[in-house]
Nanobody, 124 residues
Framework: QLQASGGGLVQPGGSLRLSCAAS????????IAWFRQAPGKEREGVSC????????WTADSVKGRFTISGDNAKNTVYLQMTSLKPEDTAVYYC???????????????????WGQGTQVTVSS
């Protein structure tokens, strides 16, 4: 089970840190990704990290502003978001997949565990 938290209302240029806590399995054996879905738009990948094979990716739209990281002791993955823009407004989901041969390089449909989503609203 994954539990996403940390969303909220923030002004443009502000920062938020999202958390994705796992229960029942160890995140460091999985590739963990953040996805987001804005109203009327398709869900899109934001960033992914995989400790098992060292693979990772970050969407061009957030590169340089968002950073994904993990804390094995807390079994939690974070998404640090800075310089937030109104277009970052969306529901953010974390997801996990255990395919060691592929790490983060899998399709969104391959992610087997999903958190419930946390709303991020960037507005003045």
């Amino acid at each position: 089970q994954l539990q996403a938290s940390g969303g909220g209302l923030v002004q443009p240029g502000g920062s938020l840190r999202l958390s994705c806590a796992a229960s029942g399995f160890r995140l460091n054996y999985y590739a963990i990704a953040w996805f987001r879905q804005a109203p009327g738009k398709e869900r899109e990948g934001v960033s992914c990290i995989s400790e098992s094979d060292g693979s990772a990716w970050t969407a061009d739209s957030v590169k340089g502003r968002f950073t994904i990281s993990g804390d094995n002791a807390k079994n939690t993955v974070y998404l640090q978001m800075t310089s937030l823009k109104p277009e970052d407004t969306a529901v953010y989901y974390c997801a996990a997949v255990n395919r060691p041969a592929f790490g983060c390089y899998v399709n969104m449909a391959d992610f087997s565990y999903w958190g419930q989503g946390t709303q991020v609203t960037v507005s003045s």
